[in-house]
C-alpha cells in the first residue's frame, strides 16, 4: 500500500495553513548573516550539556533536480524498499529468511504488515518518506511518527532491558550516552515484521542498536546495527542521515482512513 501523504511544502500550495500550523516559524533557529537558517551551526544542548536531539526530522532523497526532503509526491528512500541497498555487500540472510524474502517478493508486498495498515517498526520509522518528531526530555526521548500517529519510548534513566518481554512492533527501549552520542539498545520485536519492502525479516530474537548523533544543528546521523541469528548469519550496520524540517509540523496520516486496497489484496 502507497503511503500518501501531502507534505508541508506541498500542503501549503492547497490547504489552509493557519490550521496545521504548516508555515508557523520554528523557535530558536540559528541564523547566517544574511538572515538564513544555519543548518551547520553547533549542535543545541540541554540543560545537563548532551546534544539535544529534538525537532522535526526528515529523510532525504536524491532527485535530477538535486537532493530534496523524501516524499511520496517525489521521491521514497531507496533503502525503505531494499533495507539492503544501505549495506555493504547487502544482506546476510541466513537460508530460511533468504528463502522467505524470495517468496515475498515475488507476491510483490501482499503480506506486508503494514499493507494491511499495522505498524512498521524501528527501521522503517527511521526509512519512511514521512516526518518524525523527537522530544527529548530527562530520563526518556519520544519519537513522534506520523504514520497511524504513533510514538516509541526510549528511557535513558537506567532501567535494564526487560528479560522477558511481551514481543511488541517497537520493542523495548534503553538509552544512554557514550560522549555526544545517544546508544539505544532495543530487544523483544514481535515476530513477522518486514524491515523493508523487499520483506527482510525480523524476528523475536532480534536486538537492535542505535548510535544516533547531531553533529550540528541541521543534521541527525543514524547508525543502525541489527543483530538477529535467526535471520541473518551475522549482525549487519546500516548508516543514514536526516535534516532538519523547519517551519511545518507533524500532519497525521491514518492509514486505515478511507483505505480502498485491502479489498483488492489476492
Known sequence: MTE???LATFALLTVSASAQWLNYPTAG??????????LTAPTPRTADGKP???????????TANGTVMCAPEVAV??????????VKGGLPYTPWAADLVKT????????????HC???????????????KIVQTP???VFLTERNASYRQVFTDGRPLPKDPNPSWNGYSTGHWDGDTLVVETNGFQEGQWLDRAGSPLTESAKMTERIRRPNYGTLEIELT???????????????SQSIILNTELLDYICLENEKDSSHLV
Not at 529534538?54 to 532525504?60: D, E, I, R, T, V
Open 4 to 6: 500518501l501523504r501531502s
Open 29 to 38: 533557529v540559528p541564523k547566517t548573516a544574511s538572515g538564513s537558517a544555519n
Open 52 to 62: 539535544d536531539l529534538s525537532g522535526l526530522w526528515g529523510m532525504m532523497c536524491p
Open 77 to 86: 528512500p531507496q533503502v525503505f524498499g531494499d533495507i539492503g541497498r544501505g
Open 104 to 115: 515475498r517478493k515475488a507476491q510483490n508486498g501482499k503480506d506486508d504488515p503494514t499493507s
Open 118 to 132: 499495522l505498524p512498521g517498526g524501528v527501521a522503517k520509522l527511521h526509512t519512511s518518506a514521512l516526518l518524525r
Open 139 to 141: 530520563g526518556l526521548i
Open 226 to 240: 541489527v543483530d538477529d541469528p535467526k535471520a541473518y548469519t551475522k549482525p549487519w550496520t546500516l548508516q543514514l
